[in-house]
């Protein structure tokens, strides 16, 4: 089992940047891979990017790929999500969740550790 914690979230203008962190309990972390989700008021929750066990392969959704970075120290059990030229539509609650150690699902039925999510709020 994994504990996850996010952090770093806050509020931005649009155009600026972020960085969110995800810290994993126990010394199991390169176990499993690291998905970043979030959820707006009313919407689904959806994929934003993910990081194999070791970092070696990624994945992002479209609509950040460019914008967005996933890296991860398993060294600092810690996975992070660096986010530039956001935009209104970036704001959400940001979900760091853990799955199996080859997979990068982009469905979080996939993912079975969440943690409790930091909000992002970006501002026109």
């Known amino acids: 089992q994994v504990q996850l914690v996010e952090s770093g979230g806050g509020l931005v203008q649009a155009g600026g940047s972020l960085r969110l962190s995800c810290v994993a309990s126990?010394?199991?972390?390169?176990?499993?891979?690291i998905g970043w989700f979030r959820q707006a008021p009313g919407k689904e929750r959806e994929f934003v990017a993910a990081?194999?066990?070791?970092?070696?392969?990624?994945s992002g959704a479209d609509s950040v790929k460019g914008r967005f970075t996933i890296s991860r120290d398993n060294a600092k059990y810690t996975v992070s999500l660096q986010m530039s030229n956001l935009k209104p539509e970036d704001t959400a609650v940001y979900y760091c969740?853990?799955?199996?150690?080859?997979?990068?699902?982009?469905?979080?039925?996939?993912?079975?550790?969440w943690g409790q999510g930091t909000q992002v709020t970006v501002s026109s």
């Open positions: 990081a194999n066990w070791d970092g070696g392969s990624t």
């Open positions: 969740a853990a799955d199996g150690p080859f997979t990068l699902s982009r469905s979080p039925s996939d993912y079975d550790y």
């Open positions: 126990g010394r199991t972390v390169n176990r499993y891979t």
